[in-house]
C-alpha cells in the first residue's frame, strides 16, 4: 500500500484496510448471491497489527453464514513487506460484515444457503451464529431501554 494512504504515525490508515475488507467481502457477497449485495452491517473488525507503507496486502474472503437475503462475510487480511518475498504473511486484521442482497428496486432479495463442509466452515457457520444472536439481543436490549426512558 502506499503513502497516501498512511496516517500520521507513517502506517496505513485503518479505513483503507477497512475499506479494502468491505470490497473483497462485497466480492463474495454478489458471488454467492449472483447479483447485486450491499454492506448493512460492519459487525467487527479487529486490527491485529500495523500495516507499513510498501506491504503488499492480500485479503481472503467466504460466505460464513446465509439468511433470508442477509449473509455474514469473513475477511482475513494479511501483509507481506514489498520487498520480502519469502518472509511469512502477517494476520494484521479480520472483519466480519452482513451484506444484504438486493433486486433491481433495492428490496431484500432470497439468497442460497450455505452448506459447511469442512471443520473450519461448521466453526464459521456456528461463530457466525453466536454474532448473529449478540447482535439481535443487544438490539431488543437498546430498543427496550429507549421504551423505558
Ligand atoms: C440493507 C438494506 C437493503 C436492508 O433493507 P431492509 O428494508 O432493512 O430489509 P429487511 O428488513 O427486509 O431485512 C433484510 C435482511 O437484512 C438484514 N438486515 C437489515 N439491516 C441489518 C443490519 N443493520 N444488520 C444486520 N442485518 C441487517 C435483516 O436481518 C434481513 O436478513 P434476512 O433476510 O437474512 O433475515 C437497506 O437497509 C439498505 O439499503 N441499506 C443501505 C445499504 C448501503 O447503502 N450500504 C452501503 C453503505 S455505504
Request: no cysteine.
Amino acid at each position: 500500500m502506499s503513502a497516501r494512504e498512511a496516517n500520521l504515525l507513517g502506517n496505513i490508515h485503518g479505513g483503507e484496510i477497512v475499506k479494502l475488507a468491505d470490497s473483497t467481502a462485497g466480492a463474495v457477497a454478489q458471488r454467492h448471491s449472483g447479483g447485486p449485495a450491499v454492506t448493512a452491517a460492519l459487525d467487527e473488525m479487529a486490527f491485529l497489527a500495523p500495516v507499513h507503507v510498501g506491504d503488499i496486502v492480500r485479503t481472503y474472503a467466504q460466505v460464513n453464514w446465509a439468511g433470508r437475503s442477509s449473509m455474514e462475510i469473513g475477511v482475513r487480511v494479511e501483509a507481506q513487506p514489498w520487498d520480502e518475498p519469502s518472509r511469512e504473511q502477517l494476520h494484521v486484521a479480520s472483519a466480519y460484515f452482513v451484506f444484504v442482497a438486493i433486486d433491481a428496486e433495492g428490496r431484500a432479495r432470497d439468497v442460497p444457503g450455505v452448506e459447511p463442509q469442512s471443520p473450519d466452515e461448521v466453526r464459521r457457520l456456528h461463530e457466525a451464529e453466536i454474532r448473529r444472536s449478540h447482535r439481535l439481543a443487544r438490539r431488543a436490549e437498546i430498543e427496550a431501554a429507549r421504551r423505558e426512558s
